[in-house]
């Protein structure tokens, strides 16, 4: 048999609407993201984390927040099935995280960054992403158990912040998945 394109109906057979959404378990992956200033890149957070099912999203410092017609373009519905909060200090946060025993993993450039494959990622955890120019604070940095970087061979030394949150947040959810199967659900 060929390969074929699904049509819209097949694939939104196979997704969950809101309200199953709500029964399902959630990833045990939480993300905070600082002072990220585009709204289009706050949109395409939220939707990258409705795909992964992620527990819950913290948005702080500058942050916009929804409802914004300017993140909804691109967020796509995913502000309504993705939990999530602001709070203006991320500190705040990220201190009521470590008492949960959340382990935090920071995207930056830093003295002890390591390549994001190399990390053996402990759940659960939460991801945190910096503004598009002047990354994550040094407060932020200071709380984190470890500190991860995209390998940039080119003459940039970094990504758009939503393609790296993209790319880091889906592969710590394959390696969620090899011991957590159960969470592909399907209807």
Request: charged content about 25%.
């Amino acid at each position: 048999m060929a390969i074929r394109k699904l049509t819209f109906d097949e694939i939104f057979s196979r997704q969950p609407g809101l309200e199953e959404l709500k029964t399902l378990r959630r990833v045990p992956l939480y993300a905070l993201i600082q002072n990220i200033r585009s709204m289009h890149n706050v949109g395409s957070i939220f939707r990258t984390s409705d795909g992964v099912r992620l527990k819950h999203l913290f948005l702080t410092g500058f942050t916009p927040t929804p409802p914004r017609k300017e993140i909804d373009k691109t967020a796509l519905g995913a502000t309504d099935s993705v939990p999530w909060s602001y709070e203006k200090d991320g500190t705040k946060i990220l201190r009521q995280l470590k008492k949960k025993e959340i382990n935090l993993v920071v995207v930056e450039h830093t003295n002890k960054s390591i390549p994001y494959t190399d990390v053996n990622y402990e759940f659960p955890m939460c991801l945190i992403m910096g503004n598009e120019v002047e990354g994550i604070s040094q407060e932020i940095i200071k709380q984190a158990d470890v500190a991860v970087d995209i390998p940039m061979l080119g003459m940039k030394q970094s990504l758009n912040v939503s393609v790296a949150y993209g790319i880091i947040i889906y592969h710590i959810l394959s390696r969620y998945l090899e011991n957590n199967t159960n969470v592909l659900q399907s209807k």
